[in-house]
């Protein structure tokens, strides 16, 4: 086993492209391992980043979508959440999803976290927001969606995430953020 960890680099020898839509490409790569071991690697390459927003009230309610997942072939509850492309101002993507999943503006953005969703086949990378002095504005909701909302104390939807309830990646790193966040400063 290598220990030097300039060694530890994955080569690659080949890549083709096995499938490609307007959100991901997957690519199968001919690799030498960090061991010098000849191998292969599967890549899903995602075009857009994934935009997470946790809205919060003056009362300190926060906002849950419900709805299909399709590739799990269930319902969740999470934040409000999207696809942003790469060459847009992710927070005006964040903005965008909130309006339309949520019927929210807010005057009060801060981005909380950036992260990598599962490095181990993809490059899928997250960036989650607070959003706060919010105001109605009409719901406009992609078509694919159709969505059921919850607004409930944000020590609610915490406990959704400790219970095993919400398990959406972003959902669960926003929430708990919060929840340290509020730790921290005695909210």
Not at 18 to 30: A, K, L
Not at 38 to 43: H, L
Not at 87 to 110: F, M, N, T
Not at 147 to 167: F, R
């Amino acid at each position: 086993m290598a220990d030097d960890k300039n060694t530890l680099d994955w080569k690659r020898k080949s890549r083709e492209v096995q499938y490609d839509n307007p959100w991901i490409t997957v690519y199968h790569d001919e690799v030498i391992n960090p061991n010098g071991g000849d191998g292969i690697y599967g890549v899903v390459h995602f075009k857009n980043y994934a935009i997470g927003i946790l809205p919060i009230d003056e009362n300190g309610y926060t906002w849950l979508v419900g709805q299909k997942r399709y590739p799990l072939d269930k319902y969740t509850w999470e934040i409000p959440e999207g696809g942003g492309l790469r060459h847009i101002d992710p927070l005006e993507s964040a903005k965008r999803e909130l309006r339309e999943e949520v019927g929210l503006e807010a005057r009060e953005w801060k981005e909380i976290l950036r992260s990598d969703i599962s490095n181990s086949a993809t490059d899928e990378q997250c960036i989650l927001y607070t959003a706060r002095d919010l105001k109605k504005v009409e719901i406009d909701p992609d078509e694919t969606e159709v969505l059921t909302l919850l607004h409930l104390p944000l020590a609610e939807a915490i406990a959704k995430v400790d219970s095993g309830e919400i398990t959406d990646s972003l959902s669960v790193m926003a929430l708990l953020w919060m929840d340290r966040y509020m730790l921290r400063n005695n909210e």
